[in-house]
């Protein structure tokens, strides 16, 4: 079976400071792991996704992504953190074993601090 | 291109009732997947439609049903409904549902049941 663990359901940045959002996979097969962001009221915008091409996937927004195999984690960062960010972060990680099904954590709530 | 649309965005029911909630994919995508989105239980998987074939599904008791037709259009289908019911439910579709794929959502239809 997998399943991710976002380690943290809130977290709080100050505007500028760097952003870390944890997210660790379960998994005997490399998986296939996204990063989504949802915004109040509104749906799961992509963010980013790794799929074995290289393990430190950038996306939009200005953020990006590192996956280590030997940690099982994909852990989400930022450099500066903006108002704007301020949202849900969901990772996913689908996988081999099952065919297009995500499975998603449980969440993160970014608060960024002006 | 024009994205996933969730008819309709919002929707009172009472318990007991039934409702069905539409989604129409992205233009060329083939499989539809549906989300329960709820504060206490987060993102979880209803069902995934490839083809206009159930491929994956969720546990979710058996009020719960979909389909998906010809055009990639699918439905959802909530048969007496019950106050836990009440969640958002989001749509997400994806261009051939294969390995690593990314899924857009939709907007969601937020239901509310009294």
Redesign the interface.
Known sequence: AQSVTQLGSHVSVSEGALVLLRCNYSSSVPPYLFWYVQYPNQGLQLLLKYTSAATLVKGINGFEAEFKKSETSFHLTKPSAHMRDAAEYFCAVSGPNTGNQFYFGTGTSLTVIP | KAG?TQTPRYLIKTRGQQVTLSCSPISGHR?V?W?QQTPGQ??Q?LF?Y?SETQ??KGNFPGRFSGRQFSNSRSEMNVSTLELGDSALY?C?S?FL????????????T?LTVT
């Open positions: 996933v499989s997947s989300y987060g993102l998987f995934e490839f491929r994956n989001l997400a994806s549902a294969g390995l690593g794929d990314e899924q857009y959502f939709g907007p969601g937020r």
